[in-house]
């Protein structure tokens, strides 16, 4: 008789304590989400330091660009109105940006924290994932705080509570458009260069976001007009105030393109950020 000798088998065949673990979809998604809520937490103990972080830049904005120009004549009177929607779409996007980027940036060269969630019962994507969604839970919660501060320092400013569920999904899409550009600077960026790439990126994606002017009132100055549309920060803007403007007001660009271009924005940024976080968990 010929005996036949196989190779054992690493699932079956070695001792359940030697045998390699499976992730789950199950044991995945509530370890997705306890990790989540341990950064939840820790923003909840340090609120009062997050709010002064997020508020005090578009706070200045709304008083002088809202309140003392307006008061000295410079601006019209319904400019109040253009402003606000597009302050709070600022907030929306860029807190998001930099609560994904920089913490990114610590965890990879510093602090190396990041080790402990990538050794987690987790696939690595949705290591990148978490932190792109609670960089944009940030977003809006930096969002939705300026809202009533634009209601203290504005005066002729209206918020209609029947459109308030659909300016919540655009502030929700553009604050995940925001962290997944949040995860590719932070993936791909030097952390060397990240406070120089973070100079010469924020100032332009704040002023080309058409947040202090309505995209369709830059028609006589079509380089910039193409300039700001390149820009997803724009289209948030445009969405809330298509939602919130009156009709016979200023033209917004159409709600489904907004929504169709920050879609586009999150897919294309969010591959690019997720195959840089992989690259950067392997290094």
Sequence with gaps: MTATLTAPDPVT???AELRPARTDVRTATRTFFFILWR???VTGRELGPFLAQVLVE?????FVFGKVLGE????GGGFQQILLPGVVALNSFLVSLQNTA???VIDFSWTKEIEDRLLAPIPTSLVAVEKLVFGALRGIIASLV???VGFLILDDVSWPMDSFLPTLGVLLTGALAGSTVGLTIGTLAPPRHISVIFAVTLTPLMFTGCTQFPWHSLADIRWFQVLCAINPLTYVS???RALLLPPGGPGSIPLWIDLLALSGAIVVFGL?????FHRRAQD
Aim: hydrophobic content about 50%; charged content about 15%.
């Design 13 to 15: 065949d070695f001792p």
């Design 272 to 276: 690019i950020g997720i195959k840089g």
């Design 146 to 148: 300026m809202i009533p």
């Design 58 to 62: 578009p706070f200045f904005i709304l």
């Design 72 to 75: 000295l004549g410079y601006t």
């Design 102 to 104: 920089l913490p990114l």
């Design 238 to 240: 445009e969405g809330i």
């Design 39 to 41: 950064d939840i937490f």
